[in-house]
């Protein structure tokens, strides 16, 4: 008996943060509901199938889909009736994915369907025609309940959705799955290593966030929502696209604030946030800073480690107004080249805090003069005045 075989994808979304609603499309000849899906062309993987399939009856892109990468799911059965006579009473099997869509999603049928509409998984399961698709409704209810409970358990107050399956932010206006009271408990939210590009929605109605990691994204702003996020005390947005520090003027109770690896050309909105203790801009293109963009009563670690800094007296000017600092990463900048060598080294400085209360300076490939750079820091910052002239390589 000749096999058949298909490949579509269940289409759900979520509206107004309510239950999520999966597509179901009625089908011309028969009349019945089921969701997209089409015979797998010769050479073709079964995902290619379903995207293409998906598109042509219903007029959803693959950029319109945010899938599942783990659900797959597979129905066997005999065909009992087709509008392709050829293929009754063939051995068929239907392959599935599970992937979300905008709740504003429009959809344009093909000539083969009549109707769409969108349901809950409960009315899905409840009015299908044939068993195994029950089973496959239930299934990925199954697999979003589960994923759900696992994130929307407030009670220990984190949420961490860390290199998400379901991409958060990949199409944009993609959605956390929570209701709002259970987003106003949330005192911590990790969604670090996913795809996104535009966290305005999914951050909406996080009002009590103490803590937030947004890094290893594709951001390129930091987000307006951070306007309403007063409570905010350590936020973590490294290794994104973001061009400017801004959306900050709220954050007040800001402790930490960690923009390494992004495309920032200079530091700016941040000079009102008094409370700072820990700032890193390191791996940036920052060829500037002065004092009065920055806060400095609180600075106790500053990394500017592998920027574009030409003007080594501006570093010094900056120390020289932090008391309370502690840790200071400033190599792999452009101006460890323009200080004269008197050492038999070639370091560049970075004062690292010890167990014991001493600094050392680390050392790589750029030649600095080691002694002048400790007599200024020392001069200029009384709180890094323990420095210990041993010179350790650097990793």
Request: negative net charge; glycine residues 4%.
């Amino acid at each position: 008996m000749v096999n058949l075989r298909a490949a579509g994808f269940i289409i759900y979304r979520i509206v107004n943060g309510l239950k999520p609603e999966i597509l179901l499309l009625q089908t011309a000849y028969n009349k019945e509901w089921a969701p997209p899906k089409g015979h797998v062309d010769p050479g073709e993987s079964d995902l290619d199938t379903a995207f293409r399939e998906t598109q042509e009856e219903a007029g959803i892109t693959k950029c319109d889909i945010s899938i599942h990468d783990d659900f797959k799911k597979e129905l066997h059965y005999v065909i009992n009736n087709s509008i392709y006579v050829e293929d009754v009473n063939k051995q068929k099997t239907s392959v599935y994915f599970l992937g979300k869509v905008n709740s504003n999603q429009d959809v344009i049928l093909s000539e083969e369907h009549i109707n769409y509409k969108w349901v809950t998984f409960e009315e899905a399961i409840s009015t299908a025609k044939f068993e195994n698709y029950a089973t496959l409704y239930s299934s990925a209810q199954s697999y979003l309940s589960i994923y759900a409970q696992l994130l929307m358990n407030f009670s220990f107050r984190m949420l961490v959705v860390d290199k998400s399956h379901c991409k958060l932010g990949a199409s944009g206006g993609n959605s956390v799955n929570m209701k709002d009271e259970e987003k106003r408990h949330c005192a911590k939210l990790s969604l670090r290593r996913n795809y996104i590009e535009n966290a305005e929605e999914i951050l909406q109605d996080f009002s009590c966030l103490t803590w937030l990691c947004l890094s290893a994204n594709a951001l390129k702003k930091i987000p307006k929502a951070l306007v309403g996020l007063s409570h905010l005390k350590h936020f973590y947005v490294s290794n994104n696209k973001i061009e400017l520090i801004e959306n900050l003027e709220n954050c007040h109770e800001l402790e930490t604030l960690d923009l390494r690896h992004n495309q920032l050309q200079e530091i700016s909105g941040v000079a009102h946030l008094t409370k700072l203790n820990s700032l890193s801009v390191s791996g940036n293109k920052i060829s500037d800073i002065n004092s009065e963009s920055l806060p400095t009563d609180e600075i106790v670690f500053l990394g500017l480690y592998g920027n574009l800094i030409l003007d080594f007296q501006k570093i010094v000017s900056v120390v020289g107004n932090m008391k309370k600092l502690s840790k200071l990463f400033i190599g792999a900048n452009p101006f460890c080249n323009n200080l004269p060598l008197k050492s038999t080294f070639n370091i560049s400085v970075s004062i690292d805090h010890l167990k014991n209360g001493a600094k050392r300076v680390k050392c790589d490939d750029a030649p600095l003069n080691l002694s002048k750079v400790i007599e200024i820091l020392r001069s200029e910052c009384p709180s890094l005045t323990n420095l210990d002239n041993n010179i350790v390589k650097s990793p």
